[in-house]
């Protein structure tokens, strides 16, 4: 509330300076009585519904944002991206050293070939052993021989085909570990695993990392998800596809209108909360990946009611009832230049203005919906601190709605900004004359 009304005080005093600076009138110089009449901006009252919006704030995921963590514990020996970097999926983004791992690689291959002439030599025996069995067995037939010779050349024989199964159990065991190397002498060289944009870089060459070192943060900006909160009763009213707008400052146009995308089911159980998920383009980049911004999901309409500007809305300070300034008197409407071009209009003759206390029905981002006035009725939008008053006379330039949405659209830089300018044309065009 603080903000919101730090704001109509700025919007005050920046339309106060375009009505005085541009306006020219001669006679507000000769005449002390007329200067103590303040000068005011009115818009009409409209009729019809208000759009009902929950307010949130969110924050910008890039799509597919993902940290970058190597898998082994290595010496940086080259980078070869920057923060804003574009890459593909594969592509090279750190080298670690990898000498240690080549000698690995190396001696896990040796062990392999060792394991594998041992396996050669085990067969040979057992063969050699099948062989002898074979004779003694002919000439058990024959009893030729004992039954304990032959008994030992079995034994000899199973011992043979146990030594092989070994052998080759070492042989599988030899190339696994090669294959290991091989695997750890590729991730010296760590890649990207999806396409996007490098950011939040920490890698430098000369440092010793680990699996828990993080090296960047890799993720797709084309298209972001900003991700909202919502309470248990947010969620009686607020469901997927319902429209969006997302707000930020950084937008060209300020706005970027999108749907609920998604709603996780699971709730926190301490805070009885749970994410949504809103999906959008981003094709300039303008919206980056931890950035805040403001979503506004409308989920419905209010009743019919008169409709006047958020601005017009006021707490008199003598009753603190909330409610507007209206005029009995009918104004003609004025054109509205545009704002870049500094045109303010036309001012009328005073104007005599009641304070009118209302009731308020809902609150859109721009209007609200009340009870109290007429639709129709010509009401201050900006400049009721001036009256400060249950009534009271003021000039006024009669303006359109579009004019006062694009003042509450401002933002307190832009309008501090723009009196600052017009000050300094001011004072110029005051100087000018006598140089």
Known sequence: MIIRRTGYILYSIFVILLIYGCSGDPDNNNNGRERLIPAVEAVQAQYGSLPLTERLSGVV????????????????IAVHVQNGDEVEKGQPLVSLRDREFQERLKQARAAHQIAQAQTRQAEAKLKEIEAELKRARA?????????????????????AEADVELARARVEQASANVAEQEEALTQTVIRAPVDGSVGNRNAEVGMMVDPGTRLFTLGQLDSVRVEIVLTDRKLNYIETGQRAEILGANLPSGSMTASVSRISPFLHPVTHSTEAEIDLANPGHYLKSGMFVTADIFYGESEQATLVPLSALYENPLTGATGIYISRDTLNRIPVEPLDAGGTGSLTDPIAFEFVPVDVIAKGRMSAGIRGVEPGSWVISIGQDL?????????????DWTWVEQLQNLQSDNLLQEIIQKQQKTARDTIAPGI
């Open 61 to 76: 995921k890039a799509i597919n944002q993902v940290e970058i963590f190597p898998e082994i514990s290595a010496l940086v």
């Open 139 to 159: 000439l058990a037939e024959k009893e030729l021989t004992s039954q304990a010779e032959l008994e030992t050349i079995e034994t000899q024989a199973l011992s």
């Open 387 to 399: 009256l400060a008053g249950e009534s009271g006379q003021a000039k006024v330039r009669p303006v």
